[in-house]
């Protein structure tokens, strides 16, 4: 059996070959409180001989990476715990691929058959489930799993090594809880401070609480070398606030505005496209809402060539928002065991016309798959599992892969609310703090934010207002005027010019960006086959 790793040789890539074993590192990880890149990460797996010595060290760091480790009759691979630098393999004639890049295996190796279920999910729910991918031979590494390929008996082992699964915290002080919040927060932004080593600092910021949040706390901590920049309509809230919230904290701030010129200029471009195949991987559909700004102030020179960007991803979630829709619909009534769970995650998310009921079982089984190596008990509060899958899936394959977009442009990038010690912190409260009240929303305003005068609320509606909105307009209605509402980046501009010349046989929401897009994607396959 050959062997083909190929990793692109940026981001802090590092290799080298200790004794018998060839070391892949790229990334940055923190270890007991310290930071480790390039030789310094890679001496972590020197002494590394099986695959519980191998979990044992994916389970003690944290940080933004992606590690392989070829020894003479074994392959180990991880991608770090909501997959920020994925990772793809196949094997063909004989050959064992890893890569950075899926389009490189799919290109040099005819890997070529798609698997139509998975297309299905693609374009309803934007990402392929669990290890798959749109090709039934090419995979990807999951979040917080690695892979241990054997290349005598050339069977792959798959093991999850992390999951965003919190035991239920048992303080219930507000005021303690919020002094731990305060106390982690501190904590996981000098150690971004740390990795950035004085580097120019972007920010993508919105009107949001999140991007809001990182830009403060790197105030808080003296940090000066920052830009922002906010993007989109120009008579946006979002503008509104994002600029006000720069000015007050005294950081320079560019706005890049969309407009209908831009936007069929950007989809009609050879760039653009080569972007969203570099991008979506075969797995991901693209995400490209901050493309025209990156591309912007790459081009205009307005940040410095080692610019580090620092997206809000995703405090929103953290704090509960995703639970209280889940809470408003279900309920979770009878939700006491890992089979209604699966049967909510696949009612909630599962809900297209594309999936049929005949093949649910193959969708249901991908879901139950993810929590084989979960620790699951009393202690654990069954709905936190949709959270779970939620972060693991869409999160890390759509969210987070959005962090493409710096890539294409040589740029890094640093995700300080997935700390794991702060993501846990948050997915452990007790319910009552997500669903009845948003401690979130409270410790950001009130101890965050009121300090600089920057502690304006996000517009948002009550939950269960919002359904008996839907109920009474009915569902088209209400995803209309949701969608309009929300046009901030001018979807519909990008809908329009992105949806001229399609032929496509499945089923997908014509007014929906993230399914046409994915439709607009597979479409541009079958033109380069």
């Known amino acids: 059996m050959k062997i083909n790793i190929n990793i692109d040789h940026t981001f802090d890539y590092f290799e080298e070959r200790y004794q018998d074993k060839i070391i892949v590192v790229q990334g940055y990880v923190f270890y007991k409180k310290e930071l480790y890149k390039k030789k310094s990460f890679s001496k972590l797996f020197y002494t590394i001989t099986t695959s519980q010595e191998f979990e044992d060290i994916l389970k003690n760091i944290d940080g933004i990476y992606r590690v392989i480790i070829q020894t003479p009759n074994k392959i180990w691979a991880s991608v770090d715990s909501v997959r920020s630098l994925p990772l793809f393999y196949a094997i063909k004639n004989d050959l064992f691929i890893i890569c950075d890049n899926a389009n490189k295996i799919v290109q040099d190796n005819k890997v070529e058959n798609y698997n139509h279920e998975k297309v299905k999910e693609f374009i309803s729910l934007s990402f392929t489930s669990s290890h798959s991918t749109l090709l039934t031979d090419l995979y990807q590494i999951d979040s917080g799993q690695y892979i241990e390929y054997d290349f005598d008996s050339e069977v792959i082992e798959r093991q999850y090594y992390y999951y965003y699964l919190s035991m239920t915290?048992?303080?219930?002080?507000?005021?303690?809880?919020?002094?731990?919040?305060?106390?982690?927060?501190?904590?996981?932004?000098?150690?971004?401070?740390d990795s950035v080593e004085n580097k120019t600092i972007v920010i993508p910021l919105s009107g949001g609480y999140d991007s809001r949040l990182i830009i403060t706390m790197l105030k808080k901590l003296n940090y000066s070398n920052i830009i922002c920049f906010t993007y989109g309509r120009n008579s946006s809230f979002e503008v509104k606030i994002s600029k006000e919230v720069a000015n007050k904290l005294g950081i320079k701030w560019y706005f890049i505005e969309y407009t209908e010129e831009i936007i069929k200029e950007t989809v009609e471009s050879k760039q653009f496209k080569e972007y969203c195949y570099y991008c979506a991987n075969f797995s991901s559909v693209p995400h490209f809402q901050d493309y025209i700004a990156v591309k912007y102030l790459h081009d205009?020179?307005?940040?410095?060539?080692?610019?580090?960007f620092v997206p809000g991803h995703s405090g929103d979630l953290l704090g509960g928002s995703h639970l209280r829709k889940l809470y408003a619909q279900y309920q979770f009534k009878h939700s006491d065991t890992l089979s209604d769970m699966i049967d909510i995650i696949y009612s909630y998310w599962y809900k297209d016309k594309n999936f049929n009921k005949n093949k649910d079982v193959i969708y249901r089984k991908d879901i139950k798959y993810y929590f084989k190596d979960a620790t699951i008990n009393n202690a654990v509060t069954y709905a936190n599992l949709t959270d779970c899958w939620d972060i693991a899936n869409r999160q890390g394959k759509f969210i987070i892969n959005?962090?493409?977009?710096?890539?294409?442009?040589?740029?890094?990038?640093?995700?300080?609310?997935?700390?794991?010690?702060?993501?846990?912190?948050?997915?452990?409260?007790?319910?009552?703090?997500?669903?009845?009240?948003?401690?979130?929303?409270?410790?950001?305003?009130?101890?965050?934010?009121?300090?600089?005068?920057?502690?304006?609320?996000?517009?948002?509606?009550?939950?269960?207002?919002?359904?008996?909105?839907?109920?009474?307009?009915?569902?088209?209605?209400?995803?209309?005027?949701?969608?309009?509402?929300?046009?901030?980046?001018?979807?519909?501009?990008?809908?329009?010019?992105?949806?001229?010349?399609?032929?496509?046989?499945?089923?997908?929401?014509?007014?929906?960006?993230?399914?046409?897009?994915?439709?607009?994607?597979?479409?541009?396959?079958?033109?380069?086959?």
């Open 169 to 193: 915290t048992k303080i219930n002080s507000k005021e303690i809880l919020l002094e731990l919040a305060i106390e982690i927060l501190f904590n996981v932004f000098k150690e971004l401070i």
């Open 402 to 529: 959005s962090c493409r977009v710096y890539e294409f442009f040589n740029y890094q990038f640093r995700l300080p609310l997935w700390n794991r010690e702060l993501a846990s912190f948050w997915l452990s409260l007790p319910h009552y703090y997500k669903v009845e009240i948003d401690l979130y929303e409270e410790f950001v305003l009130n101890y965050i934010f009121k300090e600089y005068q920057i502690d304006f609320k996000s517009k948002k509606i009550n939950i269960s207002r919002k359904l008996l909105i839907r109920k009474v307009l009915g569902e088209a209605i209400f995803q209309f005027l949701k969608k309009r509402k929300k046009d901030t980046t001018l979807f519909s501009l990008f809908i329009k010019y992105m949806s001229k010349e399609f032929t496509s046989k499945y089923i997908f929401d014509s007014s929906h960006i993230n399914q046409v897009t994915a439709i607009w994607y597979l479409e541009s396959l079958k033109k380069l086959r």
């Open 300 to 308: 205009n020179h307005l940040i410095p060539i080692d610019s580090i």
